[in-house]
């Protein structure tokens, strides 16, 4: 069965920090992967896809990665503020489907 | 811009009633479609068209059914709600190629008492 899995499910960082959030996935074949925002009581909000050609996109503060072999994405925030507050989701997208995996997402906390 | 739209935010309906939910999308995307949202759970996929009329069953199919009569609209129908379908309904679009970005609407909170 393909699974993503986040972790960890919550994580509490001071203002300015950078950090990591992880995603990592049971398949190699995969097609694509997203890294999604969502609010508290919003939809989700696409912040980057990776395709599986790729090994990182960069979006302002934001710089996703992919590395297939090792079955692993991660999501680099720099210079944290207030405002990231919110749950990251990371979907993957497999090859020969429509359907995107998504994982149970980490809750980032920055504290001012 | 883009724009996904679910016309119901909040609904309240009793067990047993059918119920609708509208997504209305306006970038003329080919793909919609329809999760559900539960604490624990994570996002779990519902039904999802890959064109006007189509439709294939996702994970959770059960006591679900779905309408697509044009392109821009994708309904979700509960023939009769249950309390375990108390939940946060998400739809979703994206174009025909796999390979691009998938957009949500706001989401619709649906209780079921």
């Known amino acids: 069965k393909q699974e993503v899995t986040q972790i960890p499910a919550a994580l509490s960082v001071p203002e300015g920090e950078n950090l990591v959030l992880n995603c990592s996935f049971t398949?190699?074949?995969?097609?694509?992967l997203q890294w999604f925002r969502q609010d508290p009581g919003k939809g989700l909000t696409s912040l980057l896809l990776?395709?599986?050609?790729?090994r990182e996109q960069t979006s302002g503060r934001l710089n996703a990665s992919l590395d297939k072999s090792s079955g692993r994405s991660t999501l680099y925030i720099a210079a944290s503020q207030p405002g990231d507050s919110a749950t990251y989701l990371c979907a993957v997208g497999w090859a020969g489907s429509y359907q995107l995996t998504f994982g149970k997402g980490t809750k980032l906390s920055v504290i001012p | 811009d883009v724009k996904v739209t679910q016309s119901s935010r909040y609904l309240v309906k009793r067990t047993g009633e059918k119920v609708f939910l509208e997504c209305v999308q306006d970038m003329d995307h080919e793909n919609m479609f329809w999760y559900r949202q539960d604490p624990g759970l994570g996002l779990r996929l519902i039904y999802f068209s890959y064109d006007v009329k189509m439709k294939e069953k996702g994970d959770i199919p059960e006591g679900y059914s779905v309408s697509r009569e044009k392109k821009e609209r994708f309904s979700l129908i509960l023939e009769s709600a249950s309390t375990n379908q108390t939940s946060m309904y998400l739809c979703?679009?994206?174009?025909?190629?796999?390979?691009?970005?998938?957009?949500f609407g706001e989401g619709s909170w649906l209780t079921v008492v």
């Open positions: 398949d190699s074949a995969i097609y694509n």
């Open positions: 990776i395709q599986s050609s790729q």
């Open positions: 979703a679009s994206s174009i025909r190629d796999r390979g691009n970005t998938i957009y």
